[in-house]
DNA sequence: TCGCAGGGGGATG
DNA sequence: CATCCCCCTGCG
């Protein structure tokens, strides 16, 4: 039952920094293979030597798993050539930032799955949220688990595989879908601020991780979450590093990167982390020279 | 050993 | 409002 087909992108990706940087946590690398899960399923992705933008895709089942959405989950409808220079052209941070990882893909995960991954996020770090996620895929049959088996498995067990502190805001969300107090699927037709607004009514989902789900599950490309890092990027390369208040940077980045913001975001966050903020001193003086 | 971390929530003044 | 502290866990 097994199914093994390519998958051809219209340009070629990194997926280290797509798959790797911390906007999806089921991703591992082995060699220059990676496993995870598409379609909530296992499957491992490697790329054909000598052919840039051609994936080689195994699953363990053909359901949902087809080229198509392996394409779109890649985020390949987007023109990326366009995209690219209409954001460089905007200052020399995202310039470096989209020079750095010309191939990130902001990808277009499912909102459950993003749920679930980023309120697992807090406090925590990309390898360890990828075991958490790892382990919970063992209580379920090895799929990402839906809010039934979220529920079912109870605290304790969510404790057992990691979850922490954030067991507790897991079940509780899961209730929440499925008594449909929030219709995560529905939030796709509303503007980012409301969606957001709604993401908010769920525990363990402040504004930085409603963001998230918002921009990685949903697809707003506006959507700008501010994390400890982006927030540094942000006030040493816009803000002559001084100290801002979260709002004022987002409404900054918002306005600034406009309806793309999303991919900017994605864009410096990787540039942030991957470059240890070295760069970003750098572009400064470029600027000023 | 103990402080601390890519966030959120609740309590307090 | 601002500030403080706690919440699992693992790593330095």
């Known amino acids: 039952m097994n199914a093994e087909f390519h998958v051809h992108l219209s ?68 023109n990326y050539s366009e995209l690219r220079n209409e954001l460089r052209s905007l200052d020399p941070f995202c310039d470096r930032a989209i020079e750095y990882s010309p191939g990130l893909r902001l990808l277009r995960q499912d909102p459950w799955e993003t749920l679930v991954c980023f309120i697992l996020s807090s406090c925590n770090n990309v390898p360890r949220i990828t075991g958490i996620v790892h382990r919970l895929t063992q209580l379920s049959s090895r799929h990402f688990p839906s809010p039934e088996d979220i529920v079912r498995a109870g605290e304790s067990k969510l404790r057992q595989a990691g979850a922490g502190f954030r067991a507790p805001y897991l079940i509780e969300a899961a209730k929440m879908v499925l008594d449909g107090t929030v219709d995560l699927a529905g939030l ?102």
């Open 11 to 78: 340009e070629a990706i990194d997926l280290d920094a797509t798959l790797l940087s911390g906007q999806a946590f089921t991703w591992k690398r082995h060699n220059s293979s990676y496993e995870g899960l598409l379609a909530g399923i296992p499957a491992t992705i490697s790329p054909v030597p000598n052919n840039p933008g051609e994936l080689l895709v195994k699953t363990v089942s053909h359901e949902g798993v087809s080229p198509q959405a392996v394409a779109n989950y890649f985020d390949d409808g987007t």
């Open 188 to 289: 796709r037709s509303l503007p980012t601020d409301e969606a957001v607004k709604v993401l908010m009514t769920l525990p363990g989902v402040g504004r930085k991780v409603a963001s998230c789900v918002a921009l990685y599950g949903l697809h707003k490309c506006d959507a700008f979450p501010i994390d400890v890092w982006i927030k540094k990027v942000l006030q040493q390369a816009y803000f002559g590093g001084r100290e801002v208040e979260l709002p004022k940077l987002e409404q900054f980045a918002r306005k600034h990167f406009g309806s793309k913001a999303g991919y900017a975001q994605n864009w410096l966050y990787n540039w942030a982390r991957r470059s240890r903020l070295a760069d970003i001193s750098s572009a400064t003086r470029s600027r000023m020279e």
